[in-house]
């Protein structure tokens, strides 16, 4: 009777190890996914951020008035094909002259302008879209 007794324990202790194992390997693969999308994400806004300053560095070297036109729309790929960004020209504010068709026209001169630009970064890979709408001064 003894044994078993011993034994039914056994198999407690058994099943009980087991549930923790499962229990433990779980959180660990939640935790592996979450820090792969976390890095996917601050891969992606970092990648966005130097969209926004080739766009602003694109805009500044870009003749408008030789090309009669302005920038509209932008594409950049990161070197691995990984992440692609499309950066949306919504509003040239400008002063003095411009050629620009979605312009506004400031009075300060303090700058040479202003431009309202929708970013959008995307990566099939990692299942990964980020968005932002930001105002740049020229």
């Not at 094909?81 to 400031?106: A, P, T």
Request: proline share 1%; net charge positive.
């Amino acid at each position: 009777m003894r044994e078993g007794i011993g034994l039914l324990w056994a198999l407690i202790i058994l099943i009980l190890i087991s549930t923790m194992m499962v229990f433990i390997a779980k959180i660990a693969f939640v935790s592996q996914k979450h820090t792969t999308v976390s890095y996917a994400i601050q891969r992606g806004e970092l990648f966005m951020q130097s969209c926004l300053e080739n766009t602003v560095l694109a805009i500044e070297g870009y003749d408008r008035n030789k090309n009669n036109d302005c920038l509209q729309h932008i594409v950049f790929n990161d070197e691995k094909k990984r992440f692609s960004c499309n950066v949306d020209v919504l509003r040239y504010y400008c002063y003095g002259d411009c050629v620009c068709e979605n312009k506004k026209i400031i009075q300060t001169p303090f700058s040479n302008g202003y431009v309202l630009l929708k970013v959008i970064v995307t990566s099939k890979k990692d299942n990964v879209k980020l968005s932002k709408i930001t105002l740049q001064r020229l």
